[in-house]
């Protein structure tokens, strides 16, 4: 068979018939209206991944009962006044060539405590560790009641035109928690043993399958593992699949994790692509109904091996159809090189909704902003942009996303950048451990901008004197930041001194005992990579804590691998002098010469790099000029990216 042509073999889900075998799985994208009916933001979103070929597409949570909600914006099913606005959001992903399944939840005691208020409850009176308030232990009529909300909504579901519904299994939330012998402390006949504590899960399965009829695809969110102490076990957890893949449902969707160990129900970077579709394929041992399996999967090449070898019969994606909406297209196409990668960074998905702000993609600017972008900068059918001549100073991501988003866009566009390859600082963000999948994107870009036919200019350095002598329509001055080191003493004259750009970049030997002033993300990050190398490294920092600025999944495990490597950390230390012997340091008002360092590795931070900005026009250039990336102020790559394509997009 041909290279992706297991991923594009159709697949049955009970008597739904799926284009491939790519699934855009859920993740909570807050864009619906607090009454739990869809907005057009939400619609066009969905509409995105209908029109990008996804075999089957599976919404967030959908609420079954308005006091059941994590998310303020989260849509709802709970009311058949629903029934009519969902169906015109489906009729809308249908036209755009979709199929469409609601996923049904209830978060337990998970729940966001301002709508549960009281109706906080759980199968035992045990307080999430990740959450502040304590449920109380659900009755029996509460429990009667969960299960005909979730009947209805599935009744509701079928009858607004969804293709399927799914019931949320997994992640903490109550099904799971009654799965869960650290969640459920239950004497009665929905606790103990695992038919006790399967229970629940299995009246919710027949009462939907008695609301939707015999034919009605229903998949179901499943944790292969939670992660967390105590949880069920490999052999516990294939009886429960047995059970509830026998008990009426259509898919078995395998995850992992709970809130408390969230980092593999989102994980970093550093976690291995599919890390956990081998433990998710010793579930298909025991079910007679396909399985989906999920996690960091962003290759299909990858996805590919998975359904050729029988591991999973489905591969569900979210992150990577944040990133790029298109995937199964452009797989289909024969273009997977196009496919804009997922890095696994966490920052526009996650990292925004736990800023309290829709989803969105660090990579992908459009991603939560389909409809602004479609008002502000999309051109009609009809509509051509007048031509401009248009220079990029700059080879950085900020630079390339200017560049190509003005030559997609019709424009004449050169690119000058002044070393001897592109990519700038975000090739020294691909080096340390955990961290090579970010040389995807940078790849990525260089191959989008000669096919958008951008003329690249290397070892150019641009000045203000080159740009005005070569007058283009429009300069965007894209030179990015450089590092930045406070006023300590010898710190400029030590000999031991090296700055982690250049560790980083391979200019400086580091080995045997190593400083490194400064705990942000690059510090620790080049601490990472020189543990590993076999230096002994301690981290320096002012601060409380290290990696403040990192999303804290990505943190959590460049903690944990400092702790492996070894790494010493002083928190609360600020460095006073630096000298041929060592560091003076303060902490706690009190203080000391750290000493027998080999080398001392400066990671201050940085500072923006915009001086041509203000030299362009001093120089006679009477064109437009636009400031983009770190030059317009040091920021990371999700407000890099944006800025850069709406400059681009403004022209």
């Not at 939400?42 to 995105?48: N, S, T």
């Not at 350095?461 to 740009?467: P, Q």
Request: proline share 6%.
């Amino acid at each position: 068979m041909g290279n992706f042509d297991y991923l594009l073999t159709e697949g049955r889900i009970g008597g739904l018939t799926l284009k491939n075998r790519l699934i855009a799985t859920a993740a909570v994208t807050d864009m619906a209206g607090e009454d739990g009916l869809p907005t057009e933001q939400f619609i066009r979103f969905h509409e995105e991944k209908a029109r990008g070929g996804w075999g089957l597409v599976i919404t967030e949570n959908y609420a079954i009962v308005p006091e059941g909600k994590t998310h303020v914006r989260l849509p709802g099913l709970w009311s058949d006044s629903q029934i009519a606005p969902h169906a015109e959001f489906v009729r809308r992903i249908h036209a755009a060539g979709g199929t469409i399944g609601a996923q049904l939840f209830h978060p337990g005691r998970v729940a966001n405590p301002a709508f549960a208020g009281e109706n906080l409850m759980a199968p035992s009176a045990l307080r999430d560790p990740t959450a502040q308030n304590t449920p109380r232990e659900m009755s029996h009529d509460d429990i009667r009641f969960v299960v005909g909300a979730f009947a209805s909504a599935a009744r509701r579901a079928k009858e607004a035109g969804f293709d399927a519904v799914e019931i949320h299994g997994a992640h903490g939330y109550l099904i799971n928690e009654f799965l869960s012998p650290v969640c459920n402390k239950r004497c009665d006949e929905y606790g103990g043993s695992l038919p006790g504590r399967a229970r629940f899960a299995l009246e919710v399965i027949g009462a939907i399958r008695d609301a939707v009829g015999p034919d009605y695809p229903i998949s179901f969110r499943f944790s292969a593992c939670d992660h967390v102490p105590g949880s069920n076990g490999a052999y516990e957890t294939r009886a429960l699949a047995r059970m509830i893949g026998s008990a009426g449902i259509d898919l078995l969707n395998i995850s992992q994790g709970v809130p408390e160990s969230r980092d593999v129900i989102t994980p970093p970077s550093g976690i291995e692509p599919g890390f956990y579709a081998l433990s998710a394929s010793a579930l298909k041992e025991v079910v007679d109904v396909p399985i989906a399996v999920v996690g960091r999967i962003s290759d299909p090449a990858i996805a590919e091996e998975l359904v050729a070898s029988d591991t999973t019969d489905f591969v569900g994606m979210g992150r990577s159809s944040l990133a790029d909406p298109q995937f199964p297209l452009k797989v289909a196409q024969g273009r997977p090189e196009d496919i804009i990668p997922c890095i696994a960074c966490l920052r526009g998905c996650a990292g925004e909704s736990r800023r309290g702000h829709s989803v969105h993609c660090a990579l992908n600017p459009r991603t939560g902003r389909e409809v602004e972008y479609s008002e502000r900068f999309d051109l009609g059918a009809d509509e051509r942009p007048e031509v401009k001549s248009v220079m990029v100073v700059g080879g950085g991501i900020a630079g390339m996303e200017a560049a190509l988003v003005a030559a997609s866009r019709g424009h004449d566009v050169d690119l000058f950048e002044a070393s001897d390859r592109l990519g700038g600082q975000w090739r020294l963000a691909a080096i340390p451990p955990g961290k090579q999948v970010l040389a995807t994107f940078a790849a990525w870009q260089v191959r989008q901008i000669e096919k958008a036919g951008v003329r690249v200019h290397l070892n150019e350095k641009m000045t203000a004197a080159r740009v005005a002598a070569a007058a283009p329509d429009v300069v965007i001055v894209a030179t990015g930041s450089v590092p930045s080191a406070p006023p300590i003493p010898g710190l400029a004259e030590s000999p031991l001194v090296v700055g982690a750009w250049d560790v980083l970049a391979g200019k400086a030997t580091v080995r045997g005992k190593v400083a490194v002033l400064g705990g942000g993300q690059v510090g620790v990050e080049t601490a990472e990579l020189l543990a590993e190398q076999g230096a002994r490294v301690t981290i320096i920092e002012a601060a409380s804590e290290i990696a403040s600025d990192a999303e804290p999944i990505p943190r959590s495990w460049s903690l944990a691998h400092l702790d492996e490597l070894g790494v010493s950390v002083r928190t609360g230390t600020k460095v006073v002098e630096v000298s041929d012997t060592g560091v003076l340091a303060e902490h706690c008002g009190v203080t000391s010469k750290l000493t027998g360092f080999d080398t001392v590795v400066t990671a201050f931070g940085s500072r923006s790099e915009s001086a041509l900005a203000t030299e362009i026009p001093e120089a006679g250039f009477c064109g437009r000029v636009l400031v983009v990336g770190d030059a317009l102020g040091v920021a990371d790559a999700f407000e890099d990216i944006r800025n850069a394509y709406e400059a681009a997009c403004s022209i």
